[in-house]
């Protein structure tokens, strides 16, 4: 079974409606990171948390929330969707073992239409 | 100007050949470096870090320029399965936050 899953794989959606994507892992790590990946940028970080009490923005927090439910869990929250948030979302964990590598999960591919 | 700098490609390269490509970094005070790939449709994976004095692993050799603010991938005798997008990663602090060029793309051809 993969470390990092994510659900769902795929959503279409419309403007306007409220939206969840969902991530967990079994790898044990503290930290948690949401990404979102364009096509000709790079990843670009939208929330991490470092354990289930500490949450931080990251570069492109505007229009997202997130939830730590538990260690394993970190959930991304579209309020109120825009197509401009049409991307591919990844989810990421890693330890504090003093490496920086980052386990990512298969990504969730979002349409807002 | 971006952060982290990557030549986009598509780098055409036939199978055996040796293709290398670079990344520019802006931030004089990065700290660490690592080369992820990534396949079409699928999620990055760390390839290998980046240490100053350079280091290879196998087919790879990944070197560090930090006079000039650049990394560096070389592969040797390049495989069919070696085609993907390949992602320079910096990290600027001795926190969390790594920076991601949007990556170049290789298809190795037989």
């Known amino acids: 079974d993969a470390d990092v899953t994510q659900t769902p794989r795929n959503r279409i959606t419309k403007t306007g409606k409220r939206i969840m994507l969902e991530c967990s892992q079994t790898?044990?790590?503290?930290?948690m990171y949401w990404y979102r990946q364009d096509p000709g940028l790079g990843l670009r970080l939208i929330y991490y948390s470092f354990d289930v009490k500490d949450i931080n923005k990251g570069e492109i927090s505007d229009g997202y929330s997130v939830s730590r439910q538990a260690q394993a869990k970190f959930s991304l929250s579209l309020e109120s969707a825009i197509p401009n948030q049409t991307a591919l979302y990844f989810c990421a964990t890693s330890d504090f073992s003093g490496s920086y590598e980052q386990y990512f999960g298969p990504g969730t591919r979002l349409t807002v239409t | 100007r971006k952060e982290v700098e990557q030549d986009p490609g598509p780098f055409n390269v036939p199978e055996g050949a040796t293709v290398a490509f670079n990344c520019t970094y802006s931030n004089s005070a990065s700290q660490s470096f690592f080369w992820y790939r990534q396949d079409c449709r699928k999620e990055p994976k760390l390839l290998m870090s980046v240490y100053s004095s350079g280091n290879e692993d196998g087919r790879f050799t990944a070197q560090l320029n930090r006079a000039s603010q650049y990394i560096s991938l070389l592969i040797r005798d390049s495989k069919l399965s070696d085609s993907a997008t390949y992602l320079c990663?910096?990290?600027?602090?001795?926190?969390?936050?790594?920076?991601w060029g949007a990556g170049t793309k290789l298809i190795i051809k037989p």
């Open positions: 990663v910096v990290n600027m602090d001795s926190n969390y936050q790594l920076i």
């Open positions: 790898k044990g790590h503290d930290r």
